[in-house]
């Protein structure tokens, strides 16, 4: 079966722009997560969605924002680009219930 | 809070020699934890996780970790190592309940050597 799906792999923005990526779970996959990995800082939890609500979100300002759609497809958004949001983000999806969490390749985000 | 430690931020092995890469997690409640595996240019891929059953998990690849509550750790080995195991590594932790939210180390790059 089809894994998750991010779009698109990778991204070139210019500092004050706004830019949105896209995450495709695994079908009846209803939590999306939102991570964004950096050197300096790691893998940092950004937000996750289920069945259209935000359920957690972790410690980012509030540029960063996402949503879910009600195929579960869920999409972020940054604004206001900054130099220090170029970062790898992850998505990752995961069955109601379960503790497994599979993860998408990524959208690697470059701001110039 | 949750954390995570691993020990190490590069660990080198020999091919064929053991891999032991140590991850020391702090919870109020009973945890779950993951260890995933990342290669270059890639996403996170899910090696074994520990949630609450066996204390011993094995998972893709010959690797196995062992759940230690008296010592809070949850290291990954793998009696030997191949070429292809070269990656980076994270432990990560979530409170059993399943809140999306994954609290990660700040991983070990292996290193195999011929």
């Known amino acids: 079966k089809a894994g998750v799906t991010q779009t698109p792999r990778y991204l070139i923005k210019t500092r004050g722009q706004q830019v949105t990526l896209s995450c495709s779970p695994i079908s009846g996959h209803r939590s999306v997560s939102w991570y964004q990995q950096t050197p300096g800082q790691g893998l940092q939890f950004l937000f996750e969605y289920f069945s259209e609500t935000q359920r957690n979100k972790g410690n980012f300002p509030g540029r960063f924002s996402g949503r879910q759609f009600s195929n579960s497809r869920s999409e972020m958004n940054v604004s206001t680009l900054e130099l220090g949001d170029s970062a790898l983000y992850l998505c990752?999806?995961?069955?109601?219930?379960?503790?497994?969490?599979?993860f998408g390749s990524g959208t690697r985000l470059t701001v110039v | 809070a949750q954390s995570v430690t691993q020990l190490g931020s590069h660990v080198s092995v020999s091919e064929g020699a053991l891999v032991l890469l140590r991850c020391n997690y702090s919870s109020s409640v009973p945890p779950y934890l993951f260890w995933y595996v990342q290669y270059p240019n890639q996403g996170l891929q899910l090696l074994l996780k520990?949630?609450?059953?066996?204390?011993l998990v094995k998972g893709i690849n010959g690797f196995e970790a062992e759940f230690k509550k008296s010592e809070t750790s949850f290291h990954l080995t793998k009696p030997s190592a191949h070429m292809s195991d070269a990656a980076e590594y994270f432990c990560a932790v979530t409170p059993s309940g399943n809140t999306g939210k994954l609290i990660f180390g700040q991983g070990t790059t292996l290193q195999v050597k011929p």
């Open positions: 520990y949630t609450s059953a066996a204390t």
């Open positions: 990752a999806s995961s069955l109601p219930g379960t503790d497994g969490y599979t």
